[in-house]
């Protein structure tokens, strides 16, 4: 699975380089024409690397550009795309086709070579990827310094191990992208990403997926505010990445971006061998995320989660929620994750932005609990552990024991029991408005990084359900 898994990584990764790429090689063709245009496609082409040791593009040879129907196309020299050092993907013959609209847009289309091979860190053949049919096509805008219209569809990507066995597949990626300008100055968008019949290692540690969508929309972006405060700053897709500048800058999007309508749906998840029992499993997801500026970098938010068919051995499905409602205000440097997101993972990517997220309410629940939830946890400075505390009050615990004690013991559901007297134990109980116990629970986040829940350290707990 682990060869797979770096494919999975690398081919996404690989993908939105090349897409933003592409966009500083579209404001290169807009400079000139012939080899004036080959020329700044290769200046742009050795700016692109990634700062404190990460990805890099490398090019081996001169961009040719050749005159095409309407416009020109830039016949790309051999390209290695390198991950910190590890795994090399190396792309030859690819191509750009730029075709001007007017004075402030051209149409692009970028073509990738349908077979990809993968290197090792010592330069031996680990395998490859290959690419059934694909269209990739954007709509450049010189005003906004980049694409304000996306489409592209991929089928059939394939991963190879050197052993010639398939470790990954995806029978379909789309992503299609829409903005508009509408009146006063605002912009209006539409965004959705949907990868559907992913499989991914091999075995028992087999990941199965049959669908995934993110899509969002948003009305009152200012994207031309947005170019204009990104170009004082210095940024510019033709000098590559800019991590650490873009992620400064990301701290001015709420209030630029305006309110942002998210949302993601997953279908079909599984973990295990084909033909036997998954050891994870997950029918349908579905959450929806609104937020909307509150002033300098605060935002606040609304986040809805519902899911079906939730089967896990670390969790009883009695205390998996099917229902997430939370209200959330976002403040600090919230904005500011999103320039390390893909590279940390969420959490972290928060945390070293020194984000404050306060809950002033939330609730989980399914058909035997109820679970509220208020609080707030914050970082003191950029990177440093998150502080703070939740209070939580669950209901239904006591009937949820009741029935299952009257009920015949079932295999494999003895973690189970354990799990739900634990959750009772770590309880403060009480007698609520309706008569009926509930248990208080108040979960604290220390400067060290230890979890408490009612003065307890979740430590003994984490060893208990880890333990073979």
């Known amino acids: ?79 290695d795309w390198i991950r910190a050092g590890h795994e090399r993907l190396t792309l030859a013959g690819a191509s750009l086709e730029i075709v001007p609209v007017d004075e402030e847009r051209a149409r692009v289309r970028l073509t990738l070579p349908a077979t990809m091979p993968l290197f090792d860190r010592t330069g031996q053949r680990s395998g490859q990827v290959t690419l059934g049919r694909q269209r990739i096509e954007g709509l450049w805008d010189r005003r906004l310094g980049g694409l304000s219209r996306l489409d592209l569809r991929i089928d059939q990507i ?29 912009w209006s968008g539409k965004w959705s990403v949907e990868l559907s019949d992913l499989s991914l290692g091999e075995g028992a540690e087999r990941v199965r997926l049959a669908l995934i969508n993110l899509a969002g929309s948003a009305g009152k972006m200012r994207l031309l505010d947005y170019a204009a405060a990104a ?45 036997r029992e998954p050891a994870f499993a997950l029918d349908h997801a579905k959450t929806r995320l609104m937020l909307e500026p509150a002033g300098g970098e605060r935002l606040s938010g609304h986040l809805v989660h519902e899911q079906s068919g939730f089967l896990s051995p670390l969790m009883p499905s009695e205390l998996t929620p099917a ?33 404050r997220i306060v809950l002033p ?36 615990l006591p009937e949820l024991l009741d029935g299952a004690a009257k009920r015949p013991a079932e295999p494999g559901r003895s973690n189970h029991a354990l799990m739900l007297t634990l959750v009772r134990g770590f309880g403060q109980p009480r007698l609520g408005a309706d008569r009926r116990i509930l248990y208080d ?28």
């Open 158 to 186: 394939r991963g190879r191990g050197r052993n010639g066995r398939e470790s990954f597949h995806l029978a379909t990626m789309s992503l299609e992208a829409r903005f508009e300008e509408g009146a006063a100055g605002a």
């Open 441 to 468: 629970y108040h979960l604290e986040l220390d400067p060290a990084g230890r979890l408490t829940v009612n003065g307890h350290d979740l430590t003994a707990l984490k060893a208990l359900l880890t333990r073979p």
């Open 361 to 396: 309410h939330g609730l989980a629940e399914n058909a035997s609990l109820a679970l509220t939830l208020k609080g707030s946890v914050a970082s003191a400075v950029p990177g440093a552990p998150y502080v703070g505390a939740i209070e939580a009050s669950l209901a239904g």
């Open 1 to 79: 699975m682990e060869h797979g898994l770096r494919i999975g990584r690398l081919a996404p990764l690989a993908l939105v380089w090349l897409l933003a790429w592409a966009s500083g090689l579209a404001a290169a063709g807009a400079v000139g024409i012939g080899e004036p245009m080959g020329l700044e496609a290769d200046s742009v082409l050795a700016s692109w690397h990634a700062p404190g040791g990460g990805s890099a593009l490398l090019a081996h040879g001169r961009t040719r550009a050749e005159a095409a129907v309407g416009g020109w196309q830039l016949l790309l020299p051999p390209l």
């Open 323 to 355: 229902r997430i409602d939370l209200a959330l205000d976002m403040t600090d440097a919230l904005a500011a994750a999103l320039g390390t997101l893909f590279a940390a993972g969420p959490l972290a990517a928060l945390q070293a932005a020194g984000a």
């Open 231 to 275: 170009q004082a700053m210095g940024i510019d897709w033709r000098r590559g990445p800019q991590g650490n500048l873009r992620a400064a800058f990301a701290r001015q999007l709420p209030a630029l971006i305006g309110p942002v309508d998210l949302s993601l749906s997953v279908h079909g998840l599984e973990l295990g061998s084909a033909g």
